[in-house]
């Protein structure tokens, strides 16, 4: 089975529940034209409102965040349950923003994506290595010390419920994005760690994206490549327009 292609815009901290079902609305034509799996991470304010609009469209609304525990005196947090409850399919976990503004750290990360997987939410992990980590050829091992920690104890039952995101740090925001060819032989050794820990089967089903100054522009050739599965968007899924272009694979 091939897996289908995944495109997911990541809003972080933009729009409004107003904005945000007014870009759906605008959305749904494209929705109707593309094979690939659209996914769209809202704020926690526009999620209620952006789930009810885009019921009955193939387009799945997750969060970017949530706590670890299930419920208690954690002010300011909200928990899996609370998103599963209002309709929300899958939650981005592990963003580098969490973890570097955020401290948010590998173990952590872990108890997110258990407990995702407990209240049945699909966890989307986020990893990546910095320009420094690559600069001292240590990008394999950062990218595969992630996964064994962030993915500790997920079964392999379990696993095929995870979607990984390989966000390169350096590659976030900055216009700079990993080449196709980069991006696709992380892909495979990200692959390859994760069919020794899991088997190749397993390893075969999972759906990496990549993520980092995905643009129009670059977005086919990232597509192309046979590990790349799909994409997470930050800047580029913003703007309604030019997130379609990207998921109709017009440049
Ligand atoms: P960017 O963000 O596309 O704006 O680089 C990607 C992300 O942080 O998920």
Known sequence: M???KIIAGNWKMHKTAHEAVEFIHKLAPTLTRTSAK???AAPFTTLQAAVSAAAGMHIWIGAQNMHDASEGAFTGEISARMLRDIGVHFVILGHSERRSLFHET???INRKVRRAL???LVPLLCIGETLEQREEGKTEEVLCR???ECLHAVSQEEMKRVIIAYEPVWAI???KAATAEIAEDTHKACRAFIAKKWGHELAHHTSLLYGG????ETSAALLSKPNI???LIGGAALDVATFSRIIEEKQ
Request: aromatic letters at 8%.
């Open 2 to 4: 091939e897996r289908q």
């Open 38 to 40: 659209v996914f769209l």
């Open 106 to 108: 590998n173990e952590w």
């Open 118 to 120: 407990a209240e049945d």
């Open 146 to 148: 992630q996964l064994e």
């Open 173 to 175: 925001g900055t216009g």
């Open 213 to 216: 100054s995905v643009k129009p």
């Open 229 to 231: 599965d799909g994409l």
